[in-house]
Structure formats: structure tokens, C-alpha cells
Antibody
Framework: EVQLVESGGGVVRPGGSLRLSCAAS????????LSWVRQAPGKGLEWVSG????????GYADSVRGRFTISRDNAKNSLYLQMNSLRAEDTALYHC??????????????WGKGTTVIVSS | QSALTQPASVSGSPGQSITISCTGT?????????VSWYQHHPGNLPKLLLY???DRPSGVSNRFSGSKSGNTASLTISGLQAEDEADYYC??????????FGTGTRVTVL
């Protein structure tokens, strides 16, 4: 079964950091690009970041560029999102998603259930 | 990198057809075939309905179809069913090598 399982969410104070992880199984991990997508309470979907199959190219939404860093470890079938300088507006459910073959930003066909990040003092 | 513009809500009766628009710019929707559509029932995971403007993944009903003209993409749901009541989002690749979602459309089956 193709599966993505996120972890690492929690409650953090403004200005703090968190590292999200996403463990993949059931498919050839390094064949695909991957993305992080978030949904704030009562809001729509927001694409956050993406990474190509080999980590050689990454992209970020303007709202997180310079604060978040996406990375992957193909040997561990894992995706990560390092989130620094967190703000209240980063509060959301964060999903990792399988993107297109080799690339990111094109289509998201497998989604994890998500991990919740709450930024609050 | 503004969100793509979708109508907030669209409604229709069972059996009818409805169309949801998704308007961007020449730097996203108008510039690439990489437009995708997602169905999201609250509490469930988003589901990929269409990719590359009009291609359907295996298992997606042919009642869902897509098209694009200029900077606007469209999702048409034919033979509307009660189970189609959900939120729908478009997404596009952008010239900044990022992706952007639409504002989302709530579909109501009357």
C-alpha cells in the first residue's frame, strides 16, 4: 500500500522551530518529487514547498521562503521540513504529498493524513 | 505568487452539469499544462481528480473533465451526484518553479 505518514507537529512559541518528517512506503521513493501542503483552520489548501527526486532542486511559497527548508533522505525514504522563525500564521495541518515523476509542483496523487502545527504564545 | 481565483461556491441539482473556473496569469495557468484539480471532502484527504489540465488518474469518474483557455482553467462535473458535494481546488505550476493552489470552491448539490 502506498503510504505517507507525517510526524513532528506540535505547539511552539512564535519565533520557535520545528522539524516535520514524512515517512514513505509502498512505492519507489526516489522516483518521485514531493511537496508539503498546509491547510490553516477554516482556510484553503496552500502549497508550501517542493523537492525534486534527487533533492537537486527545491521551491518555496513566498510566505515561507527564507524560513523553511525542505530536504529528503532517499536512503531512509523520508521527507523533511525544517521550519524556523515560526509565526502564528503558520498554524495549520501540514500534509506531505507525492508529486510527479521526478519533479514537483505538477500533481499530488498521494497524500498523508498530516501533522498539526500550532504557533502560539 | 497570489492564489488562483475560483468562485467561492457553485451549486446544481442532481443530474445537472456545473463548471468551476480557475483564473491565473500567464506565469502559471496560462503558461503551463501543469494544471491539476483536487476534490476535498472535509475530514478526508484531498483527492487528485485531473492533472495536466484534462487527464484523469485511474479510478476517477469520467464525469469529471477539464479544459483550459488562456489564463483560465475549468473543471466540469457532469451528471452531478450527492457525493460530489465537496470543496474543489485547482493548482498550477508557476514560472518561479513553485506551485499555487486556487482559492477553493464549495460545491453544493441542491
Amino acid at each position: 500500500e502506498v503510504q505517507l505518514v507525517e510526524s513532528g507537529g506540535g505547539v511552539v512559541r512564535p519565533g520557535g522551530s520545528l522539524r516535520l518528517s514524512c515517512a514513505a512506503s509502498g512505492f519507489t521513493f526516489d522516483d518521485y518529487g514531493l511537496s508539503w501542503v498546509r491547510q490553516a483552520p477554516g482556510k484553503g489548501l496552500e502549497w508550501v514547498s517542493g523537492i525534486k527526486w534527487n533533492g537537486g532542486s527545491t521551491g518555496y511559497a513566498d510566505s515561507v521562503r527564507g524560513r523553511f527548508t525542505i530536504s529528503r533522505d532517499n536512503a531512509k525514504n523520508s521527507l523533511y521540513l525544517q521550519m524556523n522563525s515560526l509565526r502564528a500564521e503558520d498554524t495549520a495541518l501540514y500534509h506531505c504529498a507525492r508529486d510527479s515523476f521526478g519533479d514537483y509542483g505538477k500533481l499530488l496523487d498521494v497524500w498523508g493524513k498530516g501533522t498539526t502545527v500550532i504557533v502560539s504564545s | 505568487q497570489s492564489a488562483l481565483t475560483q468562485p467561492a461556491s457553485v451549486s446544481g441539482s442532481p443530474g445537472q452539469s456545473i463548471t468551476i473556473s480557475c483564473t491565473g496569469t500567464s506565469s502559471d495557468v496560462g503558461g503551463y499544462i501543469y494544471v491539476s484539480w483536487y476534490q476535498h471532502h472535509p475530514g478526508n484527504l484531498p483527492k487528485l481528480l485531473l492533472y495536466d489540465v484534462s487527464d484523469r488518474p485511474s479510478g476517477v469518474s469520467n464525469r469529471f473533465s477539464g479544459s483550459k483557455s488562456g489564463n483560465t482553467a475549468s473543471l466540469t462535473i457532469s451528471g452531478l451526484q450527492a457525493e460530489d458535494e465537496a470543496d474543489y481546488y485547482c493548482s498550477s505550476y508557476t514560472s518561479s518553479s513553485t506551485a499555487v493552489f486556487g482559492t477553493g470552491t464549495r460545491v453544493t448539490v441542491l
